[in-house]
């Protein structure tokens, strides 16, 4: 009994701080000493763009799913295998069910498939998890599964995690991001294609270490985090990336109070012989008011993003964020980004010595005025961090969005969503657009889980 809830306590500590939650609640089997556990998920999102930038015309209603089901076996000594497998697409692309043999059938592929040892070879309080996993680091800055997009990302490699009681866990991550790589879902900086191609970068390893737990044996809530983050690129090409965060929550007679730090530095150096130097910093704070009429929160916020304002000084100041959940973060629309907002070099790979960076201050509110519903609405005022790289512009835009939720019942959350971004003088010269009228989407989002 004691083994098994120290498992249990390894799984729950590792699922808090650096492993993804189960998508749903499951139904069990019992099988001899073999548990199978069965959860799902199916979500279903219609958007519409009422103009798009840069256009005199809107796109037209696109409808999206996901579907996934999740099968646990918990078996003996500690040892639990998961397979997520998965399938998304677009509505209407199997040929209204008679396309059933061509490619435009949604295929149904691996999302996770990963083995989990908890206290291997008897050694407590580690786990070890091998396969395809989703990985969130944190708060999503640096890695994170980016759980708006139907597919969401995981990540093939091995985790070794230390649970140290109520202080935290330790983490080690390898990952395996490309291996003869020809097609990038990410971008990665152009100076680390040494043979000057997109096809000759070969191998892109990641490889993590970090320190994540909470401020409880401390008295306050929160946590706090340091990762270092090494990314090795086709073997000739280093980025390390060294984070810290810290997120206190103190309980006060009004309000529960939030605080948000965050940093990060990188070095490392091109084929060419240049420096990377990029940063990046995050200051906030805000509060839940639970007692108040509606459940009022509000927090204020400012990033920085560097960006790099001479191409030619041997050094590369732009900060390269990895794998984030920028979604989570930088504005619902998706314009601005650590990823659309870069300059391209026209393969597929960011060009950071002529990207400009990105600042961010932003304001978010939320409210509840009844049980089901919920409400959040944020403001995102964006500039570049240098000018430089857009001749002179720095003001990109403004952006809202508002997202209202409702709980239909225990397993569906319906929720509809507006995102509105206004470009301003630096986006429109950096998207080369034609004017420069705002965008605005709107989406409506069912997700259902058992």
Same mark, same amino acid.
């Given at each position: 009994?004691?083994?098994?809830?120290?498992?249990?306590?390894?799984?729950?500590?590792?699922?808090?701080?650096?492993?993804?939650?189960?998508?749903?609640?499951?139904?069990?089997?019992?099988?001899?000493?073999t548990k199978?556990?069965?959860?799902g998920?199916?979500?279903?999102r219609?958007?519409?763009?009422?103009?798009r930038?840069g256009?005199?015309m809107?796109?037209?209603?696109?409808?999206?799913?996901? +579907?996934?089901?999740?099968?646990?076996a918990?078996?003996?000594?500690?040892?639990?295998?998961?397979?997520?497998?998965?399938?998304?697409?677009?509505?209407?692309?199997n040929?209204q069910?008679?396309?059933?043999?061509?490619?435009?059938?949604?295929d149904?592929?691996?999302?996770?498939?990963?083995?989990?040892?908890?206290?291997?070879?008897?050694?407590?309080?580690?786990i070890?998890?091998?396969?395809?996993?989703?990985?969130?680091?944190?708060?999503q800055?640096?890695?994170?599964?980016? @759980?708006?997009?139907q597919?969401?990302?995981?990540l093939? @490699?091995i985790?070794?995690?230390?649970?140290?009681?109520?202080?935290?866990?330790?983490?080690?991550?390898?990952?395996?991001?490309?291996?003869?790589?020809?097609?990038?879902?990410?971008?990665?900086?152009?100076?680390?294609d040494?043979?000057?191609?997109?096809?000759?970068?070969?191998?892109?390893?990641?490889?993590v270490?970090?320190?994540?737990?909470?401020?409880?044996?401390?008295?306050?809530?929160?946590?706090?985090?340091?990762?270092?983050?090494?990314?090795?690129? +086709?073997?000739?090409?280093?980025?390390?990336?060294?984070?810290?965060?810290?997120?206190?929550?103190f309980?006060?007679?009004?309000?529960?109070?939030?605080?948000?730090?965050?940093?990060?530095?990188q070095?490392?150096?091109?084929?060419?012989?240049?420096?990377?130097?990029?940063?990046?910093?995050?200051?906030?704070?805000?509060?839940?008011?639970?007692?108040?009429?509606?459940?009022?929160s509000v927090?204020?916020?400012?990033?920085?993003?560097?960006?790099?304002?001479?191409?030619?000084?041997?050094?590369?100041d732009?900060?390269?964020?990895?794998?984030?959940?920028?979604?989570?973060?930088?504005?619902?629309?998706?314009?601005?980004?650590?990823?659309?907002?870069?300059?391209?070099n026209?393969?597929?790979?960011l060009n950071?010595?002529?990207?400009?960076?990105v600042?961010?201050?932003?304001?978010?509110?939320?409210?509840?005025?009844?049980?089901?519903?919920?409400?959040?609405?944020?403001?995102?005022?964006?500039?570049?961090?240098e000018? +430089?790289?857009?001749?002179?512009?720095?003001?990109?835009?403004?952006?809202?969005?508002?997202?209202?939720?409702?709980?239909?019942?225990k397993?569906?959350?319906?929720?509809?969503g507006?995102?509105?971004?206004?470009?301003?003088?630096?986006?429109v010269?950096?998207?080369?657009?034609?004017?420069?009228?705002?965008?605005?989407?709107i989406?409506?989002?069912?997700?259902?889980?058992f």
């Open positions: 009994m004691r083994k098994a809830l120290k498992a249990a306590t390894l799984m729950g500590l590792a699922a808090a701080l650096i492993v993804p939650v189960s998508p749903a609640k499951a139904g069990d089997m019992d099988m001899g000493d199978i556990t069965i959860s998920q199916l979500r279903q219609i958007e519409w763009w009422a103009n930038l256009e005199d809107g796109k037209e209603i696109l409808g999206t799913y996901r +579907a996934r089901i999740q099968i646990k918990q078996l003996a000594d500690g040892v639990t295998a998961v397979f997520t497998p998965q399938a998304v697409g677009y509505w209407g692309n040929g069910g008679l396309g059933l043999d061509s490619d435009q059938t949604g149904i592929y691996m999302h996770e498939a990963y083995m989990l040892l908890s206290n291997p070879f008897g050694i407590e309080n580690v070890v998890k091998m396969g395809r996993q989703e990985v969130n680091l944190g708060n800055r640096l890695v994170g599964a980016v @759980g708006w997009s597919a969401g990302r995981s093939d @490699g985790l070794v995690g230390y649970v140290a009681g109520d202080y935290g866990l330790a983490g080690f991550f390898y990952g395996k991001l490309n291996d003869a790589v020809k097609n990038l879902a990410w971008g990665v900086p152009a100076d680390a040494n043979n000057g191609g997109l096809l000759d970068l070969g191998d892109i390893d990641l490889y270490a970090t320190w994540q737990g909470n401020f409880k044996p401390f008295g306050i809530g929160g946590t706090y985090e340091v990762t270092d983050i090494f990314v090795n690129l +086709a073997g000739d090409a280093n980025i390390n990336t060294l984070y810290a965060r810290l997120t206190p929550v309980d006060t007679d009004m309000a529960k109070i939030k605080v948000n730090i965050e940093a990060a530095t070095s490392g150096d091109s084929p060419d012989n240049k420096d990377y130097g990029g940063y990046f910093f995050s200051v906030g704070a805000g509060a839940d008011f639970a007692d108040m009429t509606w459940s009022p927090f204020v916020g400012y990033d920085y993003y560097s960006g790099d304002d001479d191409s030619t000084d041997g050094d590369i732009a900060f390269w964020s990895v794998l984030p959940t920028a979604h989570k973060w930088l504005g619902h629309a998706d314009v601005v980004w650590l990823g659309n907002f870069y300059s391209f026209g393969s597929g790979l950071l010595e002529n990207y400009p960076g600042t961010d201050l932003y304001f978010k509110v939320g409210v509840k005025p009844a049980a089901k519903i919920a409400a959040h609405l944020d403001f995102h005022y964006f500039q570049a961090a000018d +430089a790289p857009l001749g002179g512009e720095d003001n990109v835009g403004w952006e809202t969005d508002l997202a209202v939720k409702y709980k239909y019942s397993n569906l959350c319906l929720t509809l507006w995102d509105h971004f206004d470009p301003d003088d630096a986006y010269a950096a998207a080369g657009l034609a004017n420069d009228d705002p965008e605005d989407h989406w409506l989002q069912a997700d259902l889980k």
